[in-house]
């Protein structure tokens, strides 16, 4: 695997435990608030495989689980890579945007993965401006649908950023995934590797407008953080 970056320990990427996060390069989607935009077509500097898993090695007691985020992990065959993880003895968590739906539903029957997180762009009329390329919805769809169906812990997430995300979207959103376990919205945060200019967040009030508009489909929506 091409493994652009570590972050050794996070009490926040992995609900309920202490995990690490591992970043994946690579990605079929260019959203222009990616906050990992350095990695979307690789990394110059990678973490070699080998030190990853000396690294897990030695934290075996001192963490629970180990998130698996990107861009986009299941861009590539990531089964074997998971399974060395899971074969001593962690957790593992999966980050993806939901545009792999048979890759997903395999690694969940294969019992590579514990939890999901789904990022939701924005409403499903407007994935392809958020994504920055040609999207298949019904893809999309498909992983969503997997994940409602409760097979799995998950979390549908948003990152809101202005002015690409409009108060309408959030009803559509708040229809598309009714019912849904789990759903937060975060705030875009800016970075020098964020590959469009002109982006920025929202105030706290209008976080708290969008989570209103997706309540009443959504009761358990939240704002991460509050």
Not at 56 to 61: A, C, H, I, Q, T
Not at 89 to 103: H, M
Not at 167 to 188: C, H, S, T
Request: proline letters at 8%; aromatic letters at 10%; glycine letters at 10%.
């Amino acid at each position: 695997m091409h493994i652009a970056g570590l972050q050794k320990t996070t009490l926040l990427d992995f609900p309920g435990k202490v995990a690490c996060t591992v970043f994946l390069a690579g990605c079929n989607f260019r959203c222009p608030f990616c906050q990992n935009a350095e990695i979307l077509g690789g990394c110059p500097e990678e973490v070699p495989e080998e030190e990853f898993f000396s690294f897990l090695e030695k934290r075996k007691g001192l963490l629970d689980g180990v998130c698996v985020s990107g861009g986009e992990p299941l861009c590539g065959d990531v089964a074997p890579f998971l399974a060395r993880i899971k074969a001593l003895g962690y957790a593992v968590k999966l980050d993806t945007n939901g545009s792999f739906p048979e890759r997903l539903k395999a690694l969940a029957a294969e019992g590579l993965i514990d939890a999901v997180a789904m990022d939701i762009k924005s409403s499903p009329d407007r994935y392809a401006v958020l994504t920055g390329v040609p999207c298949d919805m019904k893809k999309i769809r498909e992983s969503a649908e997997f994940l409602l169906g409760g097979a799995l812990p998950y979390e549908f997430r948003t990152t809101c950023v202005a002015p690409l995300h409009r108060p309408e979207d959030f009803v559509r959103i708040g229809k598309w995934l009714a019912g849904a376990k789990a759903y937060f919205l975060q705030n875009f945060r800016p970075g020098e590797h964020v590959p469009a200019e002109g982006l920025s967040p929202f105030s706290p009030a209008e976080l708290a407008a969008f989570k209103q508009l997706l309540l009443p489909y959504i009761p358990n929506a939240k704002i991460r953080g509050e």
